[in-house]
Structure formats: C-alpha cells, structure tokens
C-alpha cells in the first residue's frame, strides 16, 4: 500500500509541475484555443497542451518507481506488453501533440491510432472472447483484430470528443482509472493497480488546472492518450483472466463519452455532416441549454459516469443479479439520452436539412479546388466571394487581420462573424461573413461549411507564401484590402 501511494504522489508532484510549465510555455508561444466558433464553451483564449503534464506526471513516476525492487519486478516481469504499452502511448501523444499545436486531418490522427491498436494487439492486448452476463462467452475468433481496433481508437475518440467543459473528460478518465485499479486489486493484477496509479495521480495533477475556470485545456495530447491507456487496460490479458467481464466494466465507466460519440456519428450521418466536424449538441451542450451552469453540469456528468462505473464494477465482480444490474444501467441511459434529445425520431425536416448541408458541402469543396489554383491572394479574395449565396449567408469577404472584429451587429446590415483563417497565424486574417439582415443567431451548419471553407483559404495563402519572392510580401492579406 505504501508503494502504490508513493506512486500516487509522485504522478501527481510531477504532473503538477510539468502541467504548470507547460502552461506557461504555450501561453509565451501563443499555442492557445481560441473562441474561434459559436460551439465554443469558453469566452477567452486558453493554453493548450495540457495532456504533456499527465503523460510526463504518468510515465515518469512509473521510471521513477524501477528503483524500488517489487515493483521493478512486477513490471519486468511483464515486459512486452509494458513496453507495447509504452510505445502506443507515445505514439498517440506525437500525434495529439502536432494536432494541439498546428492541427493534423482527423485521418492523420486515425491512421496513427491504427497503428497503436496493431502494436497493442501484436504484444497480448486483444478482445478475443466478449464477457457475457447472461450466458456463456461470446468468442470472436476472425473478428479479435477489427473488434480490438475499433476499441482502442473508439475509447480515445471518445474521451476526445467529450472534452468539452472544464474537468469534464480528467474527471471521466480518472474514474476509469478506478475501474482499473478496483478490478486490478481485486484480481491481484499488480502491473495494472502500478499503471492505473501512475495515470491518476497524473490526471489529479492536471485537475488542479483544469478545473472551472480552466487555466489550460488538455487537449487531443491528453484525451488521445489517456483513451488509449483505459481502452488498452480493459483488454489486458490478466484482467480477463480475473474477471470475464472487465471489457464490459469499461464500456459502462465510460458509457457517457462512448453513448455521447455513437450520437454524434449517428447525428451528423442523418444531417449529412462530415464525420470530423464538431457541433453544439453534446451531452455537456445538452445540459448547459437546459440551465445546468459549467460547474454543475461538469458535476452531473462525473456523477453518472461513476454510478454507471460503480455498475460496471459489479457487473465484472458480483455473483447475483449481474444482468438486472446491467439492464437498469442501459435502461437508466437510453432515458436520460431521450429525455437530453439525443435520441430523436425521423422528420422530413431532416431529409431537407440534410440535402441542403449536402449542398453547401459540394459547393464548398468546388471553392477549394478553385484554391488550389490561386496564384495571389487577390485571387483567393475574389474565390472566396463567390461562394456566399450557395452556403446561405449574405456575403462573404477575406479580411486583414486588423480590419475584422468579434461577432457583432452592424446596422443595416445585420449579423457579421470574423472567422480566423488560421488560429495558428493571426497575420492570414480571416473570413467575414455577413448573415444577412434576417439573421440574429449563426446557423451552426453553415459554420461547419465556413470553418472547411477556412481550411482551404489558409492552405492557399500558405501555398502563395512560399512562392513569393523578397519583394512580394503575399503573407499580408491587407495589400490586396481595398
């Protein structure tokens, strides 16, 4: 017991310190989350990056406790898998990492999750049978390496995606590090109690900065990793050894980003979204339209999330009513999700919404083919104004970065949002879009159609920044301004 609280304190002093240094870092560097679209929760600009101080705070106190010989036993002696571990974690932080501070393509950051599920997979951490309340196992046979991927890159999607409110996706994970660390215990898996410590002293370590309001976010560097970690302790060899049904534990201590995620897809596939587009209707969105405030939605998502884990603890340990326990907990979700309208039945509403999402959608990738063409940013100007009447706004215009403001109301002429181009680069300006006279409120689904739109301007200037010579300094958007 001294070991393990050792342990604890050490993740958390160097979390603790790591996370303020990382804070401080990217605030001086300018690597911040700005307010850059009406789904943002916060009002000012926060650091990003956060997750470096759980991975170092993680990672660190487990190098740091080698020197003590049970320990250092008890992890050698699991060696392989400890290091596939290790391995597919860092893999999955260099991706957060380079999404955090410049931005990756959500197929950029699957392909590496991809490749951290084979690596897990290939060294022992696999879903080859399903635990089964009801009956006996569930053997997978041919489907153990899709099941097993779509597990690991599902879980750390999911905690991505939920990380949306202060503290919300560190207060989940550290409750799944309690699935780990009770079914580790009680199974005497001591290498999984050792890791499930490590990360929650980490995770309490970047709370301490993450709790409303936050003084840094912990971005996909954080939720991408600690995702993979849960994912890949649930399917631990030893755990299903102890209890058949410890995959079934996790899936129910992290039902609310899973169930959160499932809705999304299911969401933006209904109203002919992209995929990776990111919306205001989350569960967290949920609970603020209702009149929950931060904290307190913040506190009812942590409280479901660990009475659904409590379930799922007993569900993988209990003997008696483990299938009635189950049931109640799924009854209990799909409830709460119907009476939130995440679950919505069919309307013809949708069928017109989504062709004319599908519609702007088209018409924005002709505008980016058109891009890729521009020689000078008069060009770009000039494409980019084209495009207004197809995405359903009343003009659209490319600005300086010194001639655009906030979301405002101008007379006569009704609501005009200043979209960045490239948070990263200020000096690229952004877009302006006037909504039209009509317009008191921003029509997210255009938003999502603007924010693609964005990527395609800034991906131009920055192919014209190259080209240009010494005497044609094309990166500043006012010379072509009228």
């Known amino acids: 017991m001294s070991q393990l609280f050792a342990m604890l304190l050490g993740a958390f002093a160097i979390s603790l310190g790591v996370t303020r240094l990382v804070r401080d870092a990217a605030v001086g560097c300018g690597l911040l989350d700005g307010v850059t679209s009406s789904r943002k929760v916060h009002k ?21 406790s080698l020197v003590i010989p049970d320990v250092r036993a008890a992890l050698l002696n699991d060696g392989a898998r400890l290091f596939g571990l290790v391995v597919a974690g860092l893999a999955v932080t260099a991706i957060g990492i380079l999404d955090d501070v410049r931005g990756v393509r959500a197929r950029e950051k699957l392909a590496v999750q991809m490749i951290a599920g084979l690596l897990l997979y290939a060294v022992g951490f696999r879903i080859e049978v399903v635990g089964n309340p009801f009956g006996p196992p569930i053997p997978l046979g041919p489907l153990a390496l899709p099941v097993t991927l779509l597990w690991i890159a599902g879980v750390s999607n999911a905690l991505n995606l939920i990380d949306g409110l202060d503290g919300l996706a560190g207060g989940i994970a550290l409750t799944g590090t309690m699935v780990v660390l009770a079914l580790g215990a009680n199974g005497g898996d001591y290498t999984a109690t050792l890791i499930a410590v490590a990360l ?11 709790v409303n309001p936050a003084s840094i976010f912990m971005g996909d560097t954080g939720s991408l990793f600690l995702g993979t970690m849960l994912a890949a302790l649930a399917i631990r060899p030893q755990a299903y050894a102890a209890h058949e049904m410890s995959l079934l534990a996790m899936v129910l201590a992290l039902a609310v980003p899973i169930a959160d995620t499932l809705a999304a897809m299911v969401r933006r596939a209904a109203r002919g979204m992209p995929m990776s587009s990111a919306d205001r209707e989350h569960v967290h969105h949920r609970l603020l339209d209702i ?17 659904l884990a409590s379930a799922g603890v007993y569900v993988a340990c209990g003997t008696n009513g483990r299938g009635l326990v ?24 949708l069928m017109v919404r989504r062709l004319r999402n599908r519609n702007r959608l088209r018409a924005v990738r002709l505008l980016q083919d058109r891009l890729r063409r521009a020689t000078c940013v008069a060009e770009v100007r000039e494409d980019v104004g084209l495009v207004a009447p197809a995405i359903d706004v009343e003009a659209i215009s490319l600005k300086p970065a010194s001639d655009h403001g906030d979301l405002h109301l101008q007379p006569d002429r009704g609501l005009v949002t200043a979209f960045p181009v490239d948070s990263s680069h200020p000096e690229r300006g952004a877009l ?3 909504w039209g006279e009509r317009s008191s409120s921003i029509d997210r689904d255009t938003e999502v159609a603007i924010e693609i739109l964005c990527e395609g301007v800034a991906g131009a200037l920055k192919r014209i920044e190259r080209r240009a010579t010494p005497a044609q300094p094309s990166s500043a ?6």
């Open 326 to 349: 189950l049931v109640l907990a799924m009854s209990a979700g799909v409830s709460a999700l119907y009476w939130l309208k995440m679950i919505r039945p069919f309307s013809p509403a």
């Open 291 to 307: 009149g929950l405030g931060h904290q307190q939605a913040v506190l009812a998502l942590w409280t479901a999330t660990a009475l």
């Open 200 to 210: 929650a002293g980490s995770v309490l370590g970047f709370l301490v900065f993450n």
């Open 44 to 64: 000012r600009a926060v650091p990003r990056l956060g997750g470096l101080g759980i991975v170092v705070g993680a990672y660190g106190a487990l190098a740091l």
């Open 432 to 434: 302006e879009v006037l």
């Open 477 to 482: 958007v006012e010379h072509v301004h009228p």
